[in-house]
């Protein structure tokens, strides 16, 4: 079973909607869970984190964390061509795991004008 | 923001000899890195962790005496790949964690080695 699993995508949502990205974990002690976007060729570059249940917003992106469910989200309002890339769901466990990132297998999202 | 570095950004070398890629934290200083590598397609998997001051710690599967690691200082660690394989090509990425108390993670623009 894998530690951090993703939606399969690929997903393709329309210039301007709303895009959902679902994420599930398995070790219920992780601590801090990160969103990263990479495009093709490049390494990943941070989004978002969040540590708390409950829902973060910044700019165009809402982090969404359920704890008790085990399952963190990433929705982009107003999707642009731009935000076409492979989204990557890290979890580190925290602890004597202190920076170790554990990487779900990405979702691919198309944004189509 | 913190930016992390690594040199080269893309390598090619024949199989047998052994390649040497550097992380270097630019504006912080890292005790800890982290190595990872990703194929095509592919998420990344954790290699290894670089520790300033003592030895890295490999994930499981990964070969230590391959894949050589050296946290020379609190701002640099290198990764050799020694007698490099064709299927030892991958993407290799590195990363610091800034050092807050929420791990917050910068990554490297990686190195492409192809070994022919």
């Known amino acids: 079973q894998k530690e951090v699993e993703q939606n399969s995508g690929p997903l393709s949502v329309p210039e301007g909607a709303i895009a959902s990205l679902n994420c599930t974990y398995s070790?219920?002690?992780?601590?801090?869970f990160f969103w990263y976007r990479q495009y093709s060729g490049k390494s990943p570059e941070l989004i978002m984190f969040i540590y708390s249940n409950g829902d973060k917003e910044d700019g165009r992106f809402t982090a969404q964390l359920n704890k008790a469910s085990q399952y963190v989200s990433l929705l982009i309002r107003d999707s642009q061509p731009s935000d076409s890339a492979t989204y990557l769901c890290a979890v580190n466990a925290g602890g004597t795991s202190y920076g170790k990132l554990t990487f779900g297998q990405g979702t691919i999202l198309t944004v189509h004008p | 923001g913190a930016v992390v570095s690594q040199h080269p950004s893309r390598v090619i070398c024949k199989s047998g000899t052994s390649v040497k890629i550097e992380c270097r934290s630019l504006?912080?200083?890292?005790?800890?890195m982290f190595w990872y590598r990703q194929f095509p397609k592919q998420s990344l998997m954790l290699m290894a962790t670089s520790n300033e001051g003592s030895k890295a710690t490999y994930e499981q599967g990964v070969e230590k005496d391959k894949f050589l690691i050296n946290h020379a200082s609190l701002t640099l660690s290198t990764l050799t790949v020694t007698s490099a394989h064709p299927e030892d090509s991958s993407f290799y990425i590195c990363s610091a964690p800034r050092g807050g108390p929420r791990d917050e993670q910068f990554f490297g623009p990686g190195t492409r080695l192809t070994v022919l």
């Open positions: 504006d912080f200083q890292a005790t800890t």
């Open positions: 070790d219920r002690g992780s601590q801090s």
